[in-house]
T-cell receptor, first 110, second 115 residues
Framework: LAKTTQPISMDSYEGQEVNITCSHNNIATNDYITWYQQFPSQGPRFIIQ???TKVTNEVASLFIPADRKSSTLSLPRVSLSDTAVYYCLVVLTGANNLFFGTGTRLTVIP | GAVVSQHPSRVICKSGTSVKIECRSLDFQATTMFWYRQFPKQSLMLMAT?????????EQGVEKDKFLINHASLTLSTLTVTSAHPEDSSFYICSASPGGSQPQHFGDGTRLSIL
């Protein structure tokens, strides 16, 4: 299983764009990159998933360089409610079991 | 979107009690569901894989006789913590996927507190 490395914590002011980078040097050809958000006392919530280049949805963008050894989750104009832990996972297509790393604790400051 | 429901959300009980937690996929069928445990300020740890119609697969270090898993239908998996003790107090979370390349979706977790 590809191991992921993320910053332990980040702070950002309200209204700013936040970029969280994840390293996954041992990613395999069939692996997807998936990001989850977790609030205290709740289960993780799926944010975005991608394989290469750029993926965008209504809440975030995911940038993946050509070598796929890293990825960046971009949250536009964060608000206080975006304070949470963000997990980056590398998931084999068709596989179901997920192994979570330490995640990044994002604190949005007013 | 895919919804996973978990019940109860919180349990407080005495030591020695057995506690059952239910995990349901509301709008899709799941042949496989997963159970995680999360201690305060820590990441999620996979405990076991629940397989519909067959035995669960447990991760190393997880006692199968302590954490009984039953996956009786394509939409329901249960985790029973048998003879719970204070050290079993934790946040238990289940997940399931509709299949293929679709991501896992998680329940809202069960906070178990053993007195």
């Amino acid at each position: 299983l590809a191991k992921t490395t993320q910053p332990i914590s980040m702070d950002s002011y309200e209204g700013q764009e936040v970029n969280i980078t994840c390293s996954h040097n041992n990613i395999a050809t069939n692996d997807y990159i998936t990001w989850y958000q977790q609030f205290p006392s709740q289960g993780p919530r799926f944010i975005i998933q991608g394989y290469k280049t750029k993926v965008t949805n209504e809440v975030a963008s995911l940038f993946i360089p050509a070598d796929r050894k890293s990825s960046t989750l971009s949250l536009p104009r964060v608000s206080l409610s975006d304070t949470a832990v963000y997990y980056c996972l590398v998931v084999l297509t068709g596989a179901n079991n997920l192994f979570f790393g330490t995640g990044t604790r994002l604190t949005v400051i007013p | 979107g895919a919804v996973v429901s978990q019940h109860p959300s919180r349990v407080i009980c005495k030591s020695g009690t057995s506690v059952k937690i239910e995990c349901r996929s509301l709008d899709f069928q799941a042949t496989t569901m997963f159970w995680y445990r999360q201690f305060p300020k820590q990441s999620l740890m996979l405990m076991a894989t629940s397989n519909e119609g067959s035995k669960a697969t447990y991760e190393q270090g997880v006692e199968k006789d302590k954490f009984l898993i039953n996956h009786a239908s394509l939409t329901l998996s249960t985790l029973t913590v048998t003879s719970a003790h204070p050290e079993d107090s934790s946040f238990y979370i289940c997940s399931a996927s509709p299949g293929g390349s679709q991501p896992q979706h998680f329940g809202d977790g069960t906070r178990l507190s053993i007195l």
